[in-house]
């Protein structure tokens, strides 16, 4: 894609880093940059049905940047979860609202990380501040990706800036029922009766890198968690799968019950006294009994980082 400046969120993209490429696509085309949208992996349920909703087409899927490629990033900053490639492309921009994940570059760059409940808060952001009014599509889509990183505004990364500006856009957008369409969104997305085992384990993951070894982070929302633990056998299967296979050294899954607010976290591999140590006192079988978490971010990175430097 010569010439052409590539915005890609992170892989086994969710609905915030696909919104985010689209519509910071269209910011910066609007002010005059050669841009296209794409993703570095697989459209989740969620993702397709906001896309259907607002009636637009996901990015063009990549695997590989070639070398010198112009570069934004959207939603991440870790090498470990970008596309392949990123160590020789040209990177222009990070737009982001996670930790810093130790990633270099040959050059100086344009980066925006902010302390909030979804990235896509920080496009609309960008969006305002330089005089463009989003058509009501990307305004959508924005909505959308904000109520699912915030769980309609239910989770602890949430911020009064999310709600605000989240609220704006459903308005832009013509969402008349902010909270029933977020709902509906959630519902849809969720893979627990629709996904295999190894597609919940792999589809909204994070890879981390430490010293003791690869952590993968995946994360499912489901409507009734009592009825989810009929697949615990089967999903702890495939992280022992995952594993197996050299694909990580420890796999965690965050089985979280979005109307309870409350995480069963599954987990394989090895660390289990590092997860301890993150965690506290697992139950009978294993796993992590955890109310009041729900998200990744900040309630589960955090603390597993530490552990893992301690």
């Known amino acids: 894609m010569e010439n052409m400046t590539i915005v890609t969120g992170h892989k086994n993209p969710d609905t915030d880093s696909i919104c985010c490429a689209l519509t910071y696509t269209y910011v910066k085309q609007q002010l005059g940059v050669p841009a296209v949208a794409c993703r570095a992996g697989k459209v989740s349920k969620e993702t397709q049905y906001v896309l259907d909703a607002f009636k637009m087409e996901a990015p063009k899927l990549i695997e590989e940047v070639e070398p010198g490629q112009k570069l934004i990033l959207v939603d991440h900053n870790e090498e470990s979860q ?97 909270k029933a369409y977020a709902l509906d969104m959630l519902q849809h997305g969720s893979a627990i009766n629709s996904s295999t085992p190894d597609e919940i384990c792999h589809g909204d993951m994070k890879e981390f890198d430490f010293p003791q070894g690869k952590v993968t982070v995946a994360q499912v929302n489901v409507m009734d968690g009592e009825k989810a633990k009929e697949k615990w056998p089967a999903l702890k299967a495939a992280l022992e799968k995952m594993v197996a296979s050299g694909e990580s050294d420890t796999s965690l899954l965050m089985v979280t019950d979005i109307m309870t607010e409350v995480t069963e976290l599954l987990w394989a591999g090895k660390n289990g006294d590092v997860l301890e140590k993150a965690f506290g006192n697992p139950e009978a079988d294993g796993h992590f009994h955890m109310p009041g978490v729900l998200s990744r971010k900040k309630q589960i990175v955090p603390p597993l980082t530490d552990a893992f430097r301690k």
């Not at 921009?93 to 990633?103: A, P």
């Not at 902010?114 to 305004?139: D, F, H, R, V």
């Open 82 to 178: 970008a596309v392949d490639g990123l160590a020789d492309a040209d990177l222009k921009e990070v737009i982001d609202h996670h930790r810093l994940g130790g990633l270099k570059t040959a050059a100086p760059l344009y980066m925006r990380v902010e302390p909030l409940g979804c990235c896509s808060t920080i496009i609309a952001k960008l969006a305002k501040e330089n005089g463009i009014a989003l058509p009501p599509q990307y305004a959508g889509l924005l909505f959308s990706a904000i109520s699912s990183d915030t769980l309609f505004f239910k989770s602890p990364t949430t911020t009064e800036t999310d709600r605000k500006i989240g609220l704006e856009l459903a308005e832009i957008a013509g969402i008349k029922d902010p």
